[in-house]
C-alpha cells in the first residue's frame, strides 16, 4: 500500500512547515502576489544544471527570500536551508525526464527533483498553492484549515477504533481463555489493529505538515494509539501459520502491504497471516506470547523460553509452579509470578464477558 508522505516527502515537509523559516519566506512569497522556484541542496550536480545568476552564499532569512523572489529565476538553498547560495538562476534540468506538469516553473521543478533527487519547491501566485517535489514524490501543501479538519476526522475516526479494539480484545483474551478461539476471531481484531496503524500512519503526516500547530494533535495520536503496535506485533506471533522459515516481520510487512480492500476481506488478511483462507471458523489455539506480555516485568526472551517450552496458552496455564521453574531463566519467584498473572487475567477476562 503506497504511503501518503514517504519519508522523503515527510522530512521536507518538516522543514517548510508552518512556523519554520523556510515557511515563512513560501508565506511571505505568495503574500506578495509573486512566484518562486526553490531548490533545497547546493551540491555539484545542482549546480551544474544552473545557469547565469548570481552567486550570493548569504545566510538565510524569510526577508531576503521573498526579496529574491522577485527576480523570477530559481533560487538555491543549502540543503539545511540555512544560507541561499544563488539566486535568479535559470534551470536546465534534463529534457528527457518525463513530467506529467504543464506550466514552465512545475515541469522544471518536477524534472529537476526526478534527475537530481533532491527537494524542490514551487509556489504558484495564481494558483495560491505551494507544491514540493523530491525524486518522484510530488505533494501540494494544503491549507492549515484544511489539515485541521482531515486530522480531526482522522482522530474521531481513531478513537472509534481505539473502543472496538478494547472490546474485541477483551473478547479474544475471553475467548483463549476458554479455549474456543476460531481463525474468524482472530481476523476481526488483526482488522482493527491494522486499521488503526494506517490511521495513525496519515495522522502524523499531517501533524508533520502542520509543524508546531500540530502539537495537541500529537498528544491525542499518542494516547490512542499507545500499545497498538505492540499489541499487533504479539497477536501475529500468536495467531501465524506453523512455517517458522518465513519471518515475523515478513508475516507484519505482508498485512502492511494489504489495499483497504483486501483488508476488510476476511480471506486475504488470513492469507497474509499464513493461515487457512476456507475455513474460517475453524479452531485455532494462540502460542501465549500476547497473554504472557500482560504479565508485568517479563521480559520478552524469558516468554519465547515458555512458548518454546509449552507450544500454546492452555499448556502453559495448565503447567503448574515446579514447571515453570524449569524453563530457563524463570525461576521460582517468576514461576509464582507467572501463575498468579494468569490467573488474574483469567479471572478478569471471565468477569467482563459475563
Known amino acids: 500500500m503506497a504511503a501518503r508522505y514517504p519519508a522523503e516527502i515527510r522530512a521536507l515537509l518538516a522543514q517548510i512547515a ?22 533545497v541542496g547546493d551540491g555539484p550536480a545542482v549546480l551544474n544544471i544552473c545557469s547565469g545568476g548570481f552567486l550570493l552564499d548569504a545566510a538565510y532569512s524569510p526577508q531576503r527570500l521573498s526579496e529574491l523572489a522577485k527576480m523570477d529565476g530559481a533560487l538555491i538553498l543549502a ?19 518525463h513530467t506529467s506538469e504543464t506550466g514552465t ?4 521543478a518536477e524534472r ?11 509556489v504558484s501566485h495564481r494558483m495560491n498553492t505551494i507544491t514540493v517535489y523530491v525524486g ?9 484549515p484544511r489539515l485541521f479538519n482531515r486530522a480531526n476526522q482522522a482522530v474521531s475516526t481513531l478513537e472509534r477504533y481505539r473502543t472496538r479494539l478494547d472490546t474485541d480484545a477483551a473478547g479474544l483474551s475471553t475467548l483463549e481463555i476458554e479455549d474456543v478461539v476460531t481463525i474468524r476471531d482472530v481476523i476481526n481484531v488483526v482488522q482493527v489493529l491494522e486499521g488503526m496503524e494506517r490511521i495513525a500512519e496519515e495522522l502524523e503526516g499531517h501533524i508533520v505538515e502542520l509543524g508546531e500547530e500540530g502539537r495537541l494533535v500529537r498528544l ?7 500499545g497498538v503496535g505492540h499489541d499487533r506485533r504479539h497477536i501475529v506471533r500468536d495467531y501465524r501459520g506453523d512455517d517458522k522459515t518465513v519471518p515475523l516481520d515478513t508475516v507484519l510487512d505482508n498485512l502492511a502491504s494489504l489495499s483497504t480492500d483486501d483488508l476488510i476481506d476476511p480471506a486475504e488478511v488470513a492469507a497474509a497471516l ?3 483462507t476456507i475455513a474460517l471458523d475453524a479452531a485455532v489455539a494462540p502460542r501465549g506470547f500476547r497473554m504472557l506480555s500482560k504479565i508485568p516485568r517479563l521480559p520478552d526472551p524469558i516468554i519465547e523460553n515458555i512458548v518454546g517450552r509449552f507450544g500454546n496458552l492452555q499448556k502453559i496455564m495448565r503447567a503448574t509452579i515446579e514447571d515453570l521453574d524449569n524453563v530457563e531463566g524463570v525461576g521460582e519467584m517468576r514461576a509464582h509470578a507467572i501463575k498468579d498473572g494468569l490467573a488474574r487475567l483469567a479471572e478478569s477476562a471471565i468477569l467482563d464477558r459475563y
Open 274 to 276: 499464513r493461515l487457512p
Open 18 to 39: 508552518p512556523g519554520k523559516p523556510l515557511r515563512d519566506g513560501m508565506d511571505r512569497i505568495l503574500q506578495a502576489g509573486m512566484g518562486g522556484l526553490v531548490v
Open 112 to 122: 529537476v527533483a526526478r534527475s537530481l533527487n533532491v527537494p524542490v519547491i514551487t
Open 105 to 108: 516553473r512545475h515541469r522544471t
Open 136 to 144: 518522484d514524490h510530488k505533494h501540494e501543501i494544503e491549507p492549515i
Open 220 to 226: 491525542q495520536l499518542v494516547e490512542l494509539i499507545g
Open 79 to 97: 540543503s539545511d536551508g540555512s544560507r541561499i547560495a544563488r539566486a535568479n538562476v535559470h534551470l536546465v534540468p534534463d529534457s528527457t525526464v
